[in-house]
């Protein structure tokens, strides 16, 4: 049997750089920086005092009060931005079988912001005034569930944990599932809100974090003067489709999702392979699932976490891998404009790989000023975005552990 083919009808967002998709993608042109001094807690202490923080994001906008007081702050941006997406698609407004609709939405840690409230008030007060909804708030798919249960989804719920990759894995996961007549609808992406004091010390203490004191120059991609990621947080989602169930209700069609695969460095658990081989099959792999050539590519949204080690490796594996084509090969990182928002961001990055194909627009990569000649990429799109023809997108993830993923994207016709 033929396998099936998938496009994006929604897309929803929480972001430090918007609410809404709208005004997420409108900052994403413009080349605005999300990442700010950090507000919700105290950094007098730590080592880095900067983070892509979602500042003034009010959950009774997209639920009660009495429900979102029993969500961790990941689940609140993971339902939110679910439901715009869903809204966006126009699936809200018709009826369809909704056991062929699927959830895949991860996260990387889950309920922290419960997590350490929870401990702390353990620490302080006792056993007894534990909330009992703690444990539903910290588990990782409680976001899925609740997304499920809002939606009625009676498909597969599921949260892939693959740390930095999670997100793309649930992307990828989703698009095999309408691939394979599993279903026909599946809401996929990622949530994290691992923004809090305990985890931006843990992230400073083994330093891959930037320890940069100005937000407007704290994350580098590629640059020869990078230092480390910088902590971002939010919610991102799509809404994948099987094409003849968008079509049949004149869906808005943004791209359409053609190629996954997934690697494992099977290295270290921090370091990438330095001879970024992970990377390489990884890429190598997500072409041969599309059935397409490097040359076919117009775009690569890059991981480009802006660490030394990721930078250079992924850098080394795109010019290893694409050879003569990768001097046609237009590349960003979104990172420097978003920061990393760990499990979600893969997902984040895969709206904008489909919104750029839609637009044909290579969005920048702010801060990049002087190109490590380690890197060595031919056209990095620096400060100010611009338009270019966009057929076939790349978007790579990679992840502690090893994990690596990869989503192809193409404009649809």
Not at 22 to 44: C, L, M, P, Y
Not at 67 to 92: H, I, M, P, T
Not at 172 to 196: M, P, R
Not at 344 to 368: C, H, M, Q, R, W
């Amino acid at each position: 049997m033929a396998k099936r083919r998938v496009v994006v009808t929604g897309a929803g967002v929480i972001s430090s750089l918007g609410f809404n998709i709208d005004e997420f993608w409108s900052n994403i042109k413009a080349g605005k920086n999300g990442i700010t001094f950090v507000e919700r807690f105290n950094t007098e202490n730590l080592p880095t005092k900067v983070a892509a923080e979602i500042k003034d994001f009010d959950p009774t906008q997209f639920m009660d009060r009495k429900e979102a007081r029993r969500l961790d702050r990941f689940a609140q941006f993971a339902l939110a931005a679910a439901l715009e997406a869903y809204k966006n698609s126009g699936l809200d407004e018709i009826e369809f079988d909704k056991t062929r609709m699927a959830v895949h939405v991860a996260s990387g840690v889950g309920g922290a912001t419960t997590n350490e409230a929870q401990y702390n008030l353990f620490l302080e007060k006792g056993a007894k005034r534990i909330s009992p909804f703690s444990v539903t708030m910290i588990i990782a798919n409680m976001a899925a569930g609740k997304i499920a249960i809002e939606l009625g989804a009676k498909g597969p719920a599921e949260c892939v944990v693959t740390a930095c990759a999670s997100s793309t894995y649930a992307v990828g996961n989703a698009f095999k599932l309408i691939q394979h007549d599993d279903a026909d609808v599946v809401v996929a992406g990622g949530s994290e809100a691992g923004l809090t004091e305990y985890g931006l010390s843990g992230f400073a203490a083994n330093r891959s974090i930037s320890f940069g004191g100005d937000p407007n120059e704290a994350c580098k991609p590629f640059d020869k003067n990078r230092s480390g990621f910088v902590m971002g947080e939010g919610g991102a989602i799509l809404i994948l489709e099987e094409l003849q169930h968008a079509i049949k209700r004149g869906a808005n069609i943004i791209a359409e999702v053609v190629g996954y695969a997934a690697t494992c460095d099977a290295y270290h658990i921090t370091a990438p392979d330095p001879e970024g081989d992970g990377a390489y099959r990884c890429m190598q792999n997500a072409l041969k699932n599309a059935g397409i050539k490097t040359s076919d590519i117009d775009y690569i949204n890059a991981h480009g976490t802006g660490t030394v080690l990721n930078d250079t490796t992924e850098a080394m594996a795109i010019k290893r891998l694409f050879g003569e084509d990768e001097k046609n090969v237009s590349i960003s990182a979104t990172k420097s404009m978003t920061g990393h928002s760990l499990g979600a961001v893969g997902a984040l990055e895969a709206i904008i790989t489909a919104y750029s194909i839609k637009e044909d627009f290579l969005p920048p990569t702010i801060n990049l000023t002087e190109q490590d000649p380690a890197c060595g990429l031919t056209d990095i799109v620096t400060t100010i975005g611009r338009k270019k023809k966009i057929n076939y997108a790349m978007s790579n993830s990679f992840g502690f552990g090893g994990h690596n993923a990869t989503l192809i994207l193409k404009k649809f016709s």
